[in-house]
């Protein structure tokens, strides 16, 4: 037996010896229990390190506006840039209240909503189904692929004035032209998410003997959804954006409408307060969909920085 001068205790008495050993198993074997233990239960008793009380929110990323706001307050006050063209925050607030108390902020905000959310909801549909049906079928992808390259190069902007054509200045036009801008990314992404699966899982699933439905909801669809989420992301954010191009261009209502007609009227203050708002409710959509994406994907690790 190779192994058997290892289990021999090396001192003089056994059973002291082999009471110790035992002793100290045990102790680390329960420190070690208890640890795990309170690990998962969320909570240690383990003394906080030095200066943990100092620690609070991350407030990183509130410096930069904070300096902004400074330096936009500064300007201002110091008539630095004429008023006519950068307000001070004060008047951009007071504003913000005229507009939404005595106009129709509220009306043309939920406007813009309502026509982001359907094209959005109408252009990722139609793009995720799609693009998992090229991604599957080869045939599908070559009878798609022309066209979709084709129409895909035409700037969403440039079909306006003959969907307005088609349909009028409503919003039919706007959810159009906006689908179609969300349609392509999450197409383009599903489609490369589902060629981009590591061929040794399907080998895998073809050891399991898995049947083609359960390879797709089993294999191909989780592999691929890290990109569809990403595409998903972006589209949403796109879509906030080009609302604001489509309202300005065509209609008589919406945060995009009002953009364009404070710049025709010089009314600088009720410009900064539409900017100030699409930008915050960009940021709101954007985190979202983060969180959305951090959930559907909570399975996956990978690097954080």
């Known amino acids: 037996m190779p192994f058997a001068g290892r289990l021999l205790p090396p001192a003089s008495d056994p059973i002291e010896t082999s009471r110790g050993a035992g002793t100290g198993s ?77 106009q129709r902020l509220a009306f043309d905000f939920l406007a813009s909503i309502s026509i982001v959310g359907q094209a959005f909801l109408y252009g990722s549909v139609a793009a995720i189904v799609l693009g998992i049906a090229a991604g599957l079928s080869r045939r599908v992808e070559q009878f798609f692929g022309p066209t979709f390259d084709t129409v895909r190069h035409i700037p969403g902007i440039a079909w306006l004035p003959l969907i307005v054509l088609w349909l009028g200045i409503g919003a039919p036009a706007k959810i159009l032209v906006i689908a179609k801008s969300v349609f392509f990314p999450v197409f383009l992404n599903t489609l490369q998410g589902i060629r981009n699966v590591e061929k040794n899982y399907i080998e895998l ?5 898995l049947t083609r439905w359960q390879l797709v909801r089993k294999v191909i669809l989780p592999a691929a959804m890290p990109s569809i989420m990403v595409s998903l992301r972006y589209a949403a954010g796109l879509a906030w954006a080009l609302v604001v191009v489509a309202e300005g261009l065509s209609g008589l209502e919406g945060l995009g409408f009002l953009i364009f007609r404070a710049q025709g009227l010089l009314l600088t203050d009720q410009l900064l307060v539409c900017m100030v708002i699409i930008g915050l409710v960009g940021f709101a959509i954007d985190r979202s969909m983060f969180l959305a994406q951090k959930r559907v994907l909570k399975w996956k690790q990978g690097y954080e920085g």
Request: hydrophobic fraction near 50%; charged fraction near 15%; avoid cysteine.
């Open 26 to 102: 045990i102790m680390a074997n329960s420190s070690d229990t208890l640890e795990g233990a309170a690990v998962a239960a969320g909570t240690t008793d383990l003394p906080e390190p030095p200066g943990w009380w100092l620690r609070g929110p991350n407030l990183t990323g509130f410096i930069l506006p904070f300096a902004i706001l400074v330096l936009w307050e500064l300007a201002a006050r110091n008539k630095w840039i004429d008023p006519v063209f950068l307000p001070e925050p004060a008047k951009v607030v007071t504003a913000f209240w005229t507009m939404l108390t005595k």
């Open 205 to 209: 699933a073809d050891v399991f003997t």
